[in-house]
């Protein structure tokens, strides 16, 4: 007992430590994408508390931070404002369609934990995974530039002068203060530390600066300080319960469903790599839905795995639950105790631990490899971080692992061959090479002369495979040319399975088919196939 207590709490102190940090980096991403999403500041930090919590405990993947995110917030904005205008001017309807259609959002991911769809991240390749990381730090350095920006006569205009030269000094100093700590002592939380030195610079120098509370208050926000969430009842007397609202809600639910699986479990790698571990993918997303479902009850805005806070918490030596567990309950301290002292804290802190996140996210190894790896692994590598940039995450992983499939499948077309020779009882004999499938079926088509073949011919499949629907439809279609012409034809070495569905779709090919087979190589692939 005392060494699995032992084991337990070794990295206490540096998840709490680390745990602390993600929880001050929380607070301006969270407002800032409830601003996006157009709801008020506490429904974006609510999120982040209970979502951060929930999958802290229940998720897949200890260390890992989750909370509300800009990649949900772009797709909320127009579900919001759609929202209000199917209600009365100052009803706020839209909110409260937020907060079903989070709900239906998490039932949708919980369904894809219980039929085990999490498993199929792993066909994402990795040039789409080096695509993602470097599409991600680009957007998370773009999202930052927007701090550089102060309110001037009620609109935003980029700093200039003595405030961007203060702004610019301070992120430098953070930057510095996290490169440079840890060669003097890798024990020390790099980043907490430079957010306090930062922090007691501005304030005992009185120093006129951006904070967290100007950055809430120019949003239009009235301040960080609120109470404990509360059961939105509201949810079910002010929006109808029927079919029209399930077709306006569901598009935007599913499409919420599947960007924040995509992000959490596509972080879930990351964080695996980075730590030599592996988490569950089908946990994660079961707690991800669950994560949702409390949050949309209890007025969150939904929200799924932070990159960017995750790598924080990494770097920053959080490995456990704890790490996760402590800075969802520090966000809430801060919400209920200590929103003076957060408000206090400089954005340019902040920025500049977001800066050294971006170094840190950005797989800088792509370089080097560019002129090593194909072309097309280089193109889906740019392409992926482009779209990650210019649309959003999920439209950039589909896309990147559309163009990883049709590569391969236009590579793997050209790999049949025919090797062909004659029997001495005169049958013509056709070894194939390679996978049958959709693409190969026209290069395999033009492997054989029906014509002027001999009268018995055989189709040696020992080295081949046939993979799909279109792969058995071409071979019904050779076996029928052939018959046509008065001619025997006869296969070997299909697969079982195989067999089973071909004859299955048309029973007389069973005298087609050999199954009597000595060839001992072919009961290996068999197995191996099967």
């Not at 337990?8 to 430590?17: G, I």
């Not at 120019?218 to 079919?243: A, H, R, V």
């Amino acid at each position: 007992m005392t060494d699995f207590i032992r084991k337990r709490t070794a990295n206490a102190k540096n998840d709490v430590l680390s745990g602390l940090t993600v929880a001050l980096a929380l607070v301006p991403e969270a407002v800032a994408f409830a601003f996006v999403a157009g709801v008020d500041p506490l429904v974006g930090l609510y999120a982040a508390f209970m979502i951060g919590l929930i999958t802290a405990v229940f998720g897949g993947r200890p260390g890992m931070i989750s909370g509300a995110t800009g990649a949900l917030a772009v797709v909320m904005v127009s579900l919001v404002a759609e929202g209000n205008a199917l209600g009365a001017e100052g009803e706020n309807l839209g909110l409260y369609y937020l907060f079903a259609t989070v709900i239906l959002m998490g039932a949708i991911q919980m369904l894809a934990g219980v039929f085990k769809l999490g498993k199929f991240v792993r066909l994402i390749p990795h040039p789409v995974m080096m695509g993602f990381v470097n599409g991600l730090a680009i957007v998370i350095f773009l999202s930052q530039l927007g701090m550089f920006k102060q309110v001037v006569n009620g609109e935003k205009v980029w700093m200039h002068g003595t405030e961007l030269w203060v702004m610019m000094a301070l992120v430098t100093l953070t930057m510095g203060i996290m490169f440079g700590l840890p060669k003097l002592n890798k024990k020390l939380p790099e980043a907490l530390i430079a957010i306090v030195a930062v922090s007691a610079i501005v304030i005992l120098g009185g120093l006129e600066v951006a904070t967290v509370g100007s950055f809430i208050r120019d949003g239009g926000g009235e301040g960080l300080k609120g109470g404990l969430p509360t059961f939105q009842s509201e949810i079910f007397s002010k929006i109808p319960l029927n079919l029209e609202t399930f077709k306006f809600i569901f598009p935007y639910a599913l499409i919420l469903a599947a960007i924040g699986l995509i992000e959490s479990l596509m972080t879930l790698n990351l964080v695996d790599e980075l730590t030599e571990t592996r988490g569950s993918s089908n946990r994660e997303c079961l707690a991800q839905g669950g994560a949702n479902i409390v949050t949309g009850l209890f007025g969150g805005m939904g929200g799924c795995a932070m990159i960017g806070q995750s790598i924080i918490n990494i770097k920053g030596g959080g490995r456990g639950r704890l790490s996760g567990i402590v800075a969802a309950l520090a966000l809430l301290a801060f919400i209920l105790f200590a929103s003076g002292l957060i408000e206090q804290v400089p954005i340019a802190a902040l920025v500049g631990v977001m800066f050294m996140v971006v170094i840190g996210t950005f797989a800088w190894s792509s370089f080097r490899i560019l002129n090593k790896i194909p072309v097309s692994d280089v193109i889906v590598l740019v392409a992926v971080s482009a779209l990650t940039v210019i649309f959003d995450l999920a439209i950039a992983v589909i896309a990147g692992v559309i163009i990883s499939a049709l590569v391969f499948s236009w590579e793997n077309a050209k790999r049949i061959r025919a090797k062909k020779y004659i029997k001495d009882d005169g049958t013509k004999v056709y070894e194939i090479w390679g996978p049958l499938f959709f693409g190969s079926i026209q290069a395999f088509n033009g492997k054989f002369d029906v014509k002027n073949d001999p009268q018995n011919v055989e189709i040696d499949f020992m080295e081949s495979r046939v993979s799909d629907h279109s792969a058995l439809e071409a071979l019904f279609n050779l076996i029928g040319k052939y018959e046509e012409a008065g001619k025997e034809v006869k296969i070997k070495h299909l697969s079982p399975a195989c067999q089973r569905l071909m004859i299955k779709a048309s029973p007389r090919l069973a005298g087609v088919i050999e199954e009597a087979v000595d060839d001992p190589r072919y009961h290996v692939m068999a197995k191996v196939m099967d």
